[in-house]
């Protein structure tokens, strides 16, 4: 069974950064894509970012520019520094993967911007 354990989040003001970490066990890591998404309470879960095997990486449209996902194979982690954190990116944070049909999910991380 796949599992992730998210670390990271916290309460922090407006402007300012937190990085969320992702420890991934059960899994051949870089053998696969892995994301974050956010939900929002009274909201759907929303992907914030993508970075495949390669490295290469995808945005969504609010996070660009101040968001940066990275992964590290050897520590089978995948990161997401948030910079610039604005009220409106207060969620609970996942990481995510699809392997086969499946999909795999975190437990959360909660992100609160607030001043």
């Known amino acids: 069974q796949v599992q992730f354990v998210e670390s990271g989040g916290g309460l922090v003001q407006p402007g300012g950064s937190l990085r969320l970490s992702c420890a991934a066990s059960r899994i051949i890591f870089s053998n696969y894509a892995m994301d974050w998404y956010r939900q929002a309470p009274g909201k759907q879960r929303e992907l914030v970012a993508t970075?495949?095997?390669?490295?290469?990486?995808n945005y969504g449209d609010s996070v660009k520019g101040r968001f940066t996902i990275s992964r590290d194979n050897v520590k089978n982690t995948v990161y997401l520094q948030m910079n610039n954190l604005k009220p409106e990116d207060t969620a609970v944070y996942y990481c995510h993967t699809l392997r086969g049909a499946r999909d795999y999910w975190g437990q959360g991380t909660q992100v609160t911007v607030s001043s």
């Open positions: 970075i495949l095997r390669g490295g290469s990486t």
